[in-house]
């Protein structure tokens, strides 16, 4: 009898050497081999007769066997056997194999899957098989007569080796409390998986799989909040009854209904010596900062610092901007950079910077840390404030969640407010995917725009130069771009003032950028993505993203969202030299679409989660058999979840041995 923690050493057919190299490779239970799943199937179980024979096609012959022999051709040692069925026979050859003869016994039924070559009228290298019948007994074919699992080459294990010590493992396994789930219980999920009776029984085992690692995970994700629900070290704030009470005269406007919801959750948060571990989500121009800014004020009549943490100074700026404005009466100040020991003020002050900031922490002892623009910030850095000796509020924000954070919320690890609505007047940004064909007259059109409605326009490039590298070679650049634009503008509509902003000009010469630009000197703005987030220009209303297929959901979103921000009509026009049609299915989609939350969910289709629970961002999913994209699975994994008896135990337990913070966010 085995378990899933038995070791492997002690399964019948791993000798010392084996387990050895099966250890280096980290396979050293039995739960780690039955995990390790087929990479494909080879379907062997359609028998043919001899006489019906097709030349190159995988067939699966039963015959009886005689004339066999070992013999060398030159140095090379080869084998041979006729097999013999009612309608003909064939000849089977094997090379340097002569243990294959060893094993057969002329006379007897043997399966025979191989591939027939008819100008030998021979099957070469054949998988054999002495043929068992289907009658219940504890014998039965592995290799042959049957969809045959093949299995990655980096498990140390030949093929048939690891096939028969997975069925000596799986006839013997027991897992207690084995849940029936989906109609199956795992241990049946592992049979079918390992040595399935048909294709649609792979799919149904893979599924059962898939629900066991979401309900892993989602016990995971409970652990986490009660962990973080027991900290119980972050201060707590009085909270008046109704959320109105809360909001400063100084507001020159009035909330949403969306936003007066998620100041309601937020200030209960803050009610509460549980520290909050909230994300909020609104789309670009939403009204997220003034609901963060209400959260703020609060604490600062109340005698403590806030931390506002935005990626980029030109975001900074514009949030101090605007607290200044929106808060008068409470005391802001900006931190952008420098080594210079903090002089924290006495008075309660909101802190406001970019990720300088998160090296002051310790300093400004801030009761809440806000990220704004969370998918710009890595994990390991918001995990900073949970290094303090307290625990502060944590709040993040996101015009377009990351579909990590996604993921997290669907899992109640964090809690989620949403503003989805937007302030009354505002327009939806109009988007095209722009061929480059019609370039000259997309610029044609958009210089008319810009002259008739004395608006202003931005051009993105994803670099500063054109790219010496082959894979980039035509993907457009912003000083490249500026050139081109200029000339084009000079010669066609002189009227227009071009500039030209990126991160490789000294910080004077982009300071001066950006003081013509908001002073309405420059009409169009050539530049680099470090725009995204933060460029606050009323008067802007297009925006020309350059090579758009390089840009994920999140910048596109963002980028678009720096115009018409001002209830004017903004546009947004997307050129792109992508071939490939799943790029241009994804800029469509983009196109069609304004809603952040349901890009983000495209966004998780294409890409993923990343890490759920530890300080990986991008890249592939973690997930070995679930998808991220299959809610329907989700949610039944979420229902089954609450009905599951105490006893059961995860799966798919992760580990923290990396080092990561579990209460990250």
């Known amino acids: 009898m085995y378990f899933l923690t038995t070791q492997l050493d002690e399964v019948k057919g791993i000798g010392e050497a084996s387990f050895l190299q099966l250890q280096k490779r980290g396979f050293t239970t039995v739960k780690d081999l039955v995990l390790a ?54 000849k089977l050859q094997w090379f340097n194999n002569p243990h294959v003869i060893s094993n057969i016994k002329e006379g007897e039924e043997y399966y025979i899957s191989g591939t027939f070559n008819p100008k030998y009228k021979s099957i070469s290298q054949p998988t054999i098989e002495k043929a068992y019948e289907k009658d219940g007994s504890a014998k039965e074919n592995l290799h042959t007569n049957r969809l045959v699992p093949l299995y990655s080459m980096t498990i140390p294990l030949k093929q048939g080796t690891q096939r028969r010590i997975l069925k000596e493992i799986l006839n013997n396994l027991r897992i207690p409390d084995d849940l029936e789930l989906l109609n199956m219980r795992l241990v049946e999920s ?43 070290t972050a201060p707590s704030f009085k909270i008046p009854a109704d ?8 507001i020159p406007f009035m909330l949403t209904k969306a936003q007066e919801r998620s100041t309601k959750e937020l200030l209960g948060d803050l009610a509460q010596t549980a520290p909050m571990n909230r994300l909020l989500i609104g789309d670009v121009g939403s009204g997220k900062t003034v609901v963060a800014g209400i959260a703020c004020n609060l604490i600062a009549e109340q005698g403590r610092h806030s931390a506002i943490v935005a990626p980029t100074k ?43 900031v998160l090296n002051r922490l310790e300093s400004i002892a801030p009761a809440l840390v806000i990220y704004d623009e969370q998918h710009r910030f890595g994990v390991a850095q918001r995990s900073k404030a949970l290094n303090l000796d307290y625990m502060p509020h944590i709040l993040t924000m996101s015009a377009t969640p990351i579909p990590r954070s996604l993921m997290l919320t669907i899992f109640s690890h964090l809690q989620l407010s949403v503003i989805n609505e937007m302030p009354a007047g505002r327009l939806p940004t109009k988007t095209w995917l722009v061929s480059d064909s019609k370039r000259e007259s997309s610029y044609t059109w958009m210089a008319e725009e810009l002259l008739a409605h004395k ?33 084009f503008m000079k010669k066609n509509h002189p009227g227009l003032r071009l500039g030209l902003l990126h991160g490789r000009q000294k910080k004077t010469e982009q300071n001066t950028t950006i003081e013509a630009l908001y002073a309405g000197e420059i009409d169009i703005l050539v530049t680099t993505p470090m725009v995204e987030v933060g460029l606050d220009l009323k008067r802007a209303s297009i925006i020309v993203i350059e090579a758009a297929e390089r840009f994920g959901m999140a910048s596109l979103h963002q980028l678009r969202g720096r115009v018409g921000r001002a209830n004017q009509q903004g546009y947004c026009l ?26 983000a969910e495209l966004d998780l289709k294409n890409r993923g989660s990343g890490n759920l629970f530890g300080t990986t961002q991008h890249g592939f999913s973690e997930l070995e058999f679930a998808d991220w994209a299959n809610l329907e699975l989700i949610g039944k994994a979420q229902k089954s979840f609450e009905e599951l008896p105490k006893t059961w135990k995860p799966l798919f337990e992760k580990s923290s041995e990396s080092g990561e913070t579990p209460l990250a966010n």
């Open 455 to 487: 608006a202003q326009a931005i051009v993105v490039c994803p670099f500063i130069d054109p790219s010496e590298h082959l894979a980039f070679e035509n993907v457009a650049s912003a000083t490249e771009t500026f050139s081109a634009m200029t000339e």
């Open 574 to 599: 997307l050129f792109s030299n992508a071939n490939s049609m799943s790029s241009k299915e994804r800029l469509e989609a983009f196109s069609k679409e304004n809603d952040g939350l349901k890009l």
């Open 190 to 232: 592992f049979d079918e998986i390992h040595f399935p009776t048909t294709v649609d029984h792979v799919i149904l085992a893979r599924e059962r799989l898939a629900l066991e690692e979401l309900l892993s995970l989602i016990h995971r994700s409970k652990e986490i909040k009660k962990e973080w629900l027991e900290l119980h």
């Open 243 to 250: 959320v109105k009470e809360a909001l400063p005269d100084s």
């Open 37 to 90: 799943v087929p990479l494909r199937y080879e379907d062997r179980s359609h028998t043919v007769a001899i006489a019906e024979l097709q030349p190159n096609t995988l067939i699966t012959i039963k015959a009886t066997l005689t004339q066999t022999k070992n013999f060398y051709k030159g140095r090379r040692s080869m084998q041979s056997a006729k097999a013999t069925d009612s309608t003909g026979n064939v």
């Open 314 to 356: 030109i975001l900074a700026t514009q949030h101090e901007e605007t607290l200044r404005t929106l808060f008068p009466n409470a005391a802001v100040q900006l931190i952008t950079g420098g080594r210079k020991p903090l002089e924290t003020p006495k008075e309660p002050t909101i802190f406001v910077g970019t990720h300088a």
